[in-house]
């Protein structure tokens, strides 16, 4: 039983700075930032309704809307230019061959084509009176343009083909559609347009050509969709939207619905290959101005919606491959994702600029592009405060809080990023101007209304709080189900957490004085959780190590957990504390992996009883002087985690204090750390597990600010064992750094990032579990 002891508690009388050691990389900073789940605003300069967008490849794009306007960027979209069209015409569709190559159409027969990329946009004479509201091609010379001609008191479709670049444009037969709305070339001989037919045009047209144009052979179309758009990657693979969404595998023989998600109209689609495509379009209807983006990356199986309500139509879509998109809508809206439109997304329910506190978010970037993130500070009094980055590949940006939301706020975080991103949240503390310390916290990556604490003490010497982030839209209730090893189980309610807030409940209130505790955290709606401590810890050997530490809650529990990091060397105590929240015995086999040369693993089991939590003190099972790794095994699912109190001397550092970290719940072939420094006063470690039999060779990069990628090193793990690798040594002193192990052979491993530091007016250490790639 972990024995502590308290320390006179005095107030600070001012802030202590810490001297500042992460620097801030190049990138683009805003108070307010628009977001779009995945997806990016992009400055498109005008206000017209922009139709139709089309990508030559990554980096040169071409979008066309209302009153001639054409807009191009060069790259990525980062600026858009206008064009001189020479029209005053809408133009409704474009298609882009190569940089220089493009054309589009629009209403009273307007045909442009440019072979200059743009600077000059020459009109070609279709002739009648069509409307063009599709243009597909095939390569400079080879296009199609469809649309509908009105004549003799009604539409006809109407479809025109060039195979000379557009010197002259030739009818084709058009099956008597009434109007033709999109069109998709698959090469100079293959193409399929779609749209309406009949009379008044309430029927489907869906028609192929697999000779240029010769003839065009309908196809039959499922009753519950009319037409509108299509796009086809080769001859048998192709989709079509409007009403819904529509896919064919074999050419055309059989077109099938997919389930969209949505009732509402689907305005475009752009398919990137077999399995992956988009869709945009409107949330509902004709009515209500919401943005669709919809993706699938199972050629259909399931379509995701990837955004959220905002107040505008998309109404085109293009994409140069399966992560890079534009879209286009009106009132000149132009959004683009480099990520596959996906959204990562973290949650941090502690942070505090208040007095004696400095805090930091550390992004690590380990992604080959640049990752666009925005951050969402939200406060006590649900207010809230954003700020956009971008982070360049393999770097790390770094957001000094303190500086960013003013000083004497608590406050909470969410983090949004276009692409897989680690953040950290380094905070460095002078409590109550008495204990100092630091910790370090990964970010949530989901809310839930379950979160688990297997630690937790509230006797003479530790202050335990629980910080609650409540993103939601309604007001919460809090339950806390408490599991101590002194009274059993203890339920505590009436707790709430207002809308778009976070709160701070201190544990020493809700429950009592003198308890060893687990904490079962449930909320009405989803929340985030995190635990800050902070002590004087006197342990088995009445030390006074005084510190705190800081871990967000498990929320997804397991049978299985791993932990890299821990030492019985001298200055260190090391506990595990085990939580079984639920209403039966769990059986829970721990295996001890010692260092090399420090002895063979072995194993030893505890029994947790129902609602019960359970302290192991880790010297007691395997002796003092070693490193030692642990993978846990129960019968059933429980929680763990590795509190360890330290004074701790390495080279010129020594610093007191403690530390405390959530477990890993599966071995990885690649891990990740934002956070990292070499600098004078600081000593950071890298331990590694390998729980299998066969030794796993890994590969350490580190990413510097100082000196970029240094030459990669590299580390056998035997089996059933632990390494630790002293980074300060392997990798330089004074380098701010990011730090990436991949697995070159053999099995996974787990990793863990250790730091001790004395420097800036605070002294003590932080633990951190990597980020798994």
């Excluded at 922009?50 to 794009?61: F, G």
């Excluded at 807009?71 to 001189?84: F, I, M, N, Y």
């Excluded at 084709?172 to 009949?198: H, I």
């Amino acid at each position: 039983m972990e024995k502590r002891a308290l320390r006179k508690v005095l107030l600070l009388p001012a802030i202590l700075v810490l001297g500042i050691w992460c620097s801030f990389l190049p990138g683009t900073s805003v108070a307010k930032a628009d977001t779009i789940t995945g997806w990016y605003e992009q400055q498109s300069g005008v206000s017209e309704d922009l139709w139709s967008v089309s990508a030559a490849d990554a980096y040169t794009v071409w979008a066309v809307g209302n009153n001639g306007t054409i807009l191009k960027t060069a790259d990525s979209g980062a600026t858009w230019v206008a064009q001189a069209s020479g029209t005053g015409n809408h133009l409704r569709s474009v298609c882009a061959i190569d940089a220089n190559i493009a054309w589009t159409v629009g209403t009273s027969g307007t045909i442009l084509k440019t072979v200059d990329g743009g600077t000059i946009w020459s009109p070609q004479v279709a002739g009648g009176a069509y409307s063009f509201s599709g243009i597909a091609a095939a390569d400079s010379n080879n296009a199609w343009a469809v649309g509908s001609e009105y004549s003799a008191g009604t539409f006809h479709g109407i479809i025109l083909n060039t195979s000379d670049g557009g010197g002259t444009w030739n009818p084709q037969p058009s099956s008597g559609t009434y109007s033709l709305s999109g069109v998709s070339a698959v090469n100079n001989t293959t193409a399929w347009v779609v749209g309406s037919a009949g009379a008044h045009g309430f029927d489907k047209a869906i028609l192929k050509t697999v000779d240029g144009g010769l003839t065009w052979t309908p196809q039959t179309c499922p009753p519950d969709i009319l037409p509108y758009k299509i796009s086809a990657i080769d001859t048998n693979t192709a989709w079509a939207v409007g009403s819904n969404i529509i896919a064919t595998k074999d050419g055309g023989t059989t077109w099938t619905t997919q389930e969209s998600g949505t009732s509402n109209k689907l305005e475009n689609v752009v398919a990137v290959d077999g399995q992956t495509a988009w869709a945009v379009g409107s949330m509902s209807g004709y009515s209500a101005y919401n943005r669709i983006v919809l993706k699938t990356s199972d050629a259909g199986s399931t379509w995701s919606m990837q955004t959220p309500q905002y107040a505008l139509f998309l109404l085109g879509v293009t994409a140069s491959d399966a992560n890079t998109a534009w879209a286009v809508g009106d009132q000149g809206t132009i959004i683009h994702t480099s990520g596959g439109g996906m959204e990562y997304t973290c949650y941090f329910a502690e942070g505090y600029t208040g007095r004696g506190f400095q805090e930091y978010l550390c992004l690590g970037n380990p992604q080959e592009e640049t990752a666009t993130a925005i951050v969402n500070y939200i406060f006590k009094d649900g207010t809230t405060q954003e700020e956009r980055l971008t982070i360049p590949p393999l770097s790390r940006t770094t957001i000094n809080v303190n500086s960013q939301v003013g000083e004497g706020k608590e406050v909470s975080a969410k983090v949004v990023s276009d692409k897989e991103i680690s953040v950290e949240r380094p905070m460095y503390f002078s409590y109550n101007g008495v204990w100092s310390g630091g910790h370090d916290s990964e970010g949530a990556t989901a809310t839930d209304s379950s979160w688990y604490f297997a630690e937790g003490y509230t006797g003479s010497g530790f202050e335990e709080w629980i910080c609650v982030l409540n993103p939601g839209e309604q007001e919460t209730d809090i339950t806390f189900n408490f599991q101590t090893q002194e009274a059993g189980a203890l339920e505590k309610t009436g707790f709430k957490v207002p809308a778009h807030s976070r709160s701070t409940f201190k544990i020493n209130d809700v429950l009592g004085s003198g308890f060893q505790n687990s904490l079962k955290l449930e909320s009405r709606y989803p929340v985030v959780a995190e635990r800050p401590m902070y002590f004087d810890y006197q342990g088995i050997g009445g030390h006074h190590w005084q510190g705190g530490s800081c871990v967000v809650g498990l929320n997804d529990l397991s049978k299985t957990y791993y932990l890299a990091e821990g030492t019985t060397r001298t200055g260190f105590e090391e506990w595990l504390t085990l939580q079984n929240p639920g209403q039966g015995t769990v059986n829970v086999t721990v295996a001890y992996q010692p260092g090399p040369e420090q002895g063979d693993s072995f194993e030893k089991t505890y029994v947790l009883s129902p609602l019960s939590r359970f302290s192991v003190y880790v010297p007691n099972e395997v002796g003092e002087g070693k490193d030692v790794a642990v993978t846990l095994t129960g019968d059933n699912a429980f929680v763990v985690e590795r509190p360890m109190y330290f004074n701790y001397t390495y080279g010129a550092v020594t610093a007191q204090g403690g530390d405390c970290v959530m477990p890993a719940i599966s071995p990885s072939s690649d891990w990740f750390f934002a956070e990292g420094y070499t600098g004078e006063g600081y000593n950071e470690w890298l331990c590694l597990e390998n729980p299998y039999d066969e030794a796993s060779t890994v590969e350490v990069i580190y990413c510097t600010q100082e000196a970029g990628i240094l030459p990669a090193a590299s580390i056998t793990v035997p089996p059933r064992s632990r390494s630790t690798i002293m980074v300060n040594e392997q990798a330089g002193s004074g380098y701010q750094l990011s730090t990436r192990l991949k697995v070159v052979s053999g099995p996974n491993i787990v990793a863990e990032r250790a730091m001790y530091f004395n420097a800036g007016g605070f002294n003590g250490g932080h633990t951190a579990t990597g980020f798994s790639m």
